[in-house]
């Protein structure tokens, strides 16, 4: 991937356990999305994270930034059967605010 | 709330044909950005344009086209077309371009290409 790189690549877990998800890119960013995909659907924004911002919540999820490891992390909390789908992080190029670089995503399947 | 709209949602071509893919932004933004996702692949960046200008290209194949429009909907236009172009377009729309807000994205259009 050109800019972010998502680790793992696939996580299975039970309903009710937590799932955290990791990106990390290569250049410096002006913000950090993260988005979900259900198979074959469209992507569907979860949340924004700014630069100057370490640290958001919303609902389930939190989302951590590292800009000094250039890394980010996506929890979600107690998780749902329905959350099953593919995570991907996206990020812009510091200099470049027109395109945003999608990692190669977390393929995560929650069991009932 | 609009969303953004892509229409057709589905198409089915046959190698060596056309095919164009429109694009709705939501109201008020005037910039437009598409994404081609091939199978089991991310994202990737084809080209964007801002206020009816072409803003930014990526990985975009020489036979592919696109505009925006005076009311800023977008074409994508793919010409001779290959059983590799098979993939999800996707269309996203921002509100201006001065800092990297959350792009909306459309549903999809789906193309498959015979």
């Known amino acids: 991937s050109q800019q972010g790189e998502e680790d793992p690549q696939a996580l299975s877990i039970q309903e009710g356990e937590n799932a955290t998800m990791n990106c990390s890119y290569k250049?410096?960013?002006?913000?950090l999305q993260w988005y979900r995909q259900n198979s074959g659907r469209g992507l569907v924004h979860l949340i924004l994270?700014?630069?100057?911002?370490r640290e958001k919540h919303s609902g389930r999820l939190r989302v951590t930034l590292d800009t000094s490891k250039k890394s980010s992390s996506l929890l979600i909390t107690a998780s749902r059967a329905a959350d099953t789908a593919s995570y991907f992080c996206?990020?812009?190029?510091?200099?470049?605010?027109?395109?945003?670089?999608f990692g190669s995503g977390t393929k995560l399947n929650v069991k009932p | 709330a609009a969303g953004v709209i892509q229409s057709p949602r589905h198409l089915i071509k046959e190698k060596r044909e056309t095919a164009t893919l429109k694009c709705y932004p939501i109201?008020?933004?005037?910039?437009v950005y598409w994404y081609q996702q091939g199978p089991g692949q991310d994202p990737q960046f084809l080209i964007s344009?801002?206020?009816?200008?072409?803003?930014d290209k990526g990985s975009i194949p020489d036979r592919f086209s696109a505009q925006q429009f005076s009311d800023y909907h977008s074409e994508l236009n793919m010409s001779s077309l290959e059983l590799g172009d098979s993939a999800l377009y996707f269309c996203?729309?921002?509100?201006?371009?001065?800092?990297?807000?959350?792009?909306?994205f459309g549903p999809g259009t789906r193309l498959t290409v015979l």
């Open positions: 996203a729309s921002s509100l201006g371009q001065a800092q990297s807000d959350e792009q909306f």
């Open positions: 250049t410096s960013i002006n913000n």
């Open positions: 994270i700014r630069s100057n911002e």
């Open positions: 996206a990020t812009d190029l510091g200099y470049n605010f027109n395109k945003f670089y």
């Open positions: 109201p008020r933004h005037d910039t």
């Open positions: 344009f801002y206020e009816k200008m072409q803003s």
